[in-house]
């Protein structure tokens, strides 16, 4: 069980914009800083989001993030077919003084 | 250009203790700011962090395995070897190494290695 909570999947057509949430509390998402990941099947995690909403250089601005309260947000717009993918929340956790992940969302392009 | 690379065994048998070296270049654990974490991904499962070593030797383990875990760094060879004792078959994953830079992206982990799949089987 992650200590960050995700939808398992996600799917959407090409062109329109999905949201996938990530939840949390107040020892994590409350108060510290919501990262994204992407995952394309078999490499490794991408950062994708940084601090709750900031893009690392070469990240499409189709993919944004924001936060409010206890709870964090991936938007992507103009879906694309190599969008399909795991998505990963992160956060650090005050109480557990550990970083943490949501459980992953896979997302389909349909 | 920063790489990570992690090493180490790919069959380990139960009860045995694993050791895993992460090997990196394009930057030094002795820079302000920089830190490396051990993640691992069971089959079709989600990420989890285990440990964290900073440029100042902090470090950090994931309460749920802390007794098994021990990070250290070499900052002469470049490398920060993770150990994990009493291993057990629900502790098969791909293992991978990251890096941190805390001024640039904070706790987000930025560079990543390949990773290593270990499986634990006897």
């Known amino acids: 069980q992650s200590v960050l909570t995700q939808p398992p999947s996600a799917s959407g057509t090409p062109g329109q914009r999905v949201t996938i949430s990530c939840s949390g509390s107040?020892?994590?998402?409350?108060?510290?800083?919501v990262y994204w990941y992407q995952q394309l099947p078999g490499t490794a995690p991408k950062l994708l989001i940084y601090?709750?909403?900031q893009r690392p250089s070469g990240v499409p601005d189709r993919f944004s993030g924001s936060k409010s309260g206890t709870s964090a947000s991936l938007d992507i717009s103009g879906l694309r077919s190599e969008d399909e993918s795991d998505y990963y929340c992160?956060?650090?956790?005050?109480?557990?003084?550990?970083?943490?992940f949501g459980g992953g969302t896979q997302l389909t392009v349909l | 250009q920063i790489t990570l690379k992690e090493s180490g065994p790919t069959l380990v048998k139960p009860t045995q203790t694993l050791t895993l070296t992460c090997t990196f270049s394009?930057?030094?654990?002795?820079?302000?700011?920089?830190?490396v974490g051990w993640i691992r991904q069971p089959p079709g499962k989600a990420l989890e962090c285990l440990a964290l070593?900073?440029?100042?030797?902090?470090?950090h383990y994931s309460p749920s395995l802390k007794s098994r875990l021990t990070i250290t760094k070499d900052t002469s060879k470049n490398q920060v070897v993770l150990t994990m004792t009493n291993m057990d078959p629900v502790d098969t994953a791909t293992y991978y190494c990251?890096?941190?830079?805390?001024?640039?992206?904070?706790?987000?982990?930025?560079?990543w290695g390949q990773g290593t799949l270990v499986t634990v089987s006897s």
């Open positions: 990251a890096h941190q830079e805390r001024y640039n992206y904070g706790d987000g982990f930025d560079y």
């Open positions: 394009g930057f030094s654990l002795t820079t302000s700011g920089v830190g």
């Open positions: 992160a956060a650090w956790d005050d109480s557990l003084s550990a970083a943490v």
């Open positions: 601090r709750n909403s």
């Open positions: 070593i900073y440029w100042d030797d902090d470090r």
């Open positions: 107040s020892s994590n998402i409350g108060s510290k800083y």
